[in-house]
């Protein structure tokens, strides 16, 4: 097969950054996908309407192509309140992205941490009421006494919470972002609740653990530092064998997320991949190494538009295989897979 054409996908869970950083990276998202779930964990986190409506404002004015929808999601943190939530559902927001406090870049000041969100039962079931999506990073750092939970579980302790969450809430939507695991990839396929949905990333069915810390959990290499970090060879089969497989409780959610590669080197080291420049690449080649380039479609812009009660999108996109050297950087930031060969390309 030397040509594939699939409906123009949607990307579930993007970081396009702000100011200076947004205008250099959005191009390749906007150009390939034609919505996306905007995270919102800037410097001053957007966990408010007003906020958001700014942000996206930046987004059009700088996104280049004409078409692209940013689906707007409002952080969930200590100022969220049940009027916020009726307040976002009236200007279109699509969800609350839920990441623990100090997670990744934003969650610092004004996040929750898991066992918070216990106390925020009534804002979930305004979420769940005005048909929202809540948007997980099912990450937990610590435990109930307050010991650290070692990057490599953190992913796996959270399960048993979201499985509170879910009785304590009952059909609240629910999408665990970016699984990494067995284990989640096993709960998400064994629950018997039609609400939740897990999105797969570009870049994890291409890394594990050892890549980037040593045996120690050290980060030897800083550069594919990423949350939830790269797990064991048998969680990336798990999480492949769920992306392939046709099942619509799995779809796209690139979480391509820049850093100039001068602060991706230095500590405290910054978790996150730029992975725009080739996300839908990547996806594909995993699609097509396992036989399974019919379900591609599926995954890329289908479930997730489904999830969110979304129409699909009408348009096209048409991927040739050509071969094509990933440049290392773009205007200092680095590009995963750079100075690697791969054998598609976006056509149109
Ligand atoms: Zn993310």
């Known amino acids: 097969m030397n040509k594939i054409i699939i409906r123009k996908p949607d990307n579930m869970h993007v970081h396009l950054r702000e100011g200076p950083m947004l205008t250099k990276v959005i191009m390749f998202t906007s150009y390939v996908y034609s919505r996306a779930v905007i995270m919102g964990n800037l410097k001053n986190p957007v966990d408010t309407p007003e906020k958001a409506m700014l942000y996206k404002s930046e987004i059009l004015r700088n996104a280049g192509h004409p078409g692209f929808i940013p689906l707007m999601t409002l952080m969930i943190t200590k100022n969220t309140n049940r009027q916020t939530v009726k307040d976002a559902k009236k200007e279109g927001i699509v969800g609350f ?3 623990p406090a100090n997670t990744s870049t934003g969650s610092e000041d004004i996040g929750l941490n898991f066992f918070e969100l216990f106390d925020c039962i009534d804002i979930l079931k305004e979420i769940r009421d005005q048909n929202l999506m809540f948007l997980v990073h099912s990450e937990l750092i610590r435990d109930r006494q307050g010991n650290i939970i070692p990057l490599i579980k953190r992913e796996e302790t959270s399960i048993k919470l979201i499985d509170l969450l879910v009785d304590k809430v009952p059909g609240l939507k629910i999408t665990i972002e970016h699984i990494t695991t067995r284990k989640y990839a096993n709960y998400i396929l064994g629950i018997k609740y039609p609400f939740i949905w897990a999105t797969i990333t570009a870049h994890h069915p291409y890394g594990t653990y050892d890549m980037v810390c040593d045996k120690d959990g050290i980060i030897k290499n800083p550069e594919l530092y990423c949350l939830p970090i790269f797990k064991s060879e048998d969680d990336q089969q798990a999480i492949i064998k769920a992306m392939i497989s046709g099942n619509l409780k799995f779809f796209c959610g690139e979480d391509t997320a820049p850093h100039y590669f001068w602060d991706k080197i230095k500590p405290p080291y910054r978790p996150g991949l ?24 599926n995954f890329t812009s289908r479930f997730g538009a489904e999830a969110h009660d979304l129409p699909l999108n ?7 295989k050509k071969k094509w050297t990933v ?16 054998h598609w390309q976006i056509a149109s």
């Open 97 to 99: 992205k839920f990441i």
């Open 274 to 297: 730029f992975t725009a420049p080739v996300g839908l690449i990547l996806i594909t080649q995993i699609f097509e190494k396992y036989n399974a380039l019919g379900n591609l479609e």
């Open 314 to 320: 009408q348009g096209k996109i048409t991927l040739i």
């Open 327 to 342: 440049p290392l950087s773009h205007e200092g930031i680095n590009i995963f897979k750079g100075g690697e060969t791969l």
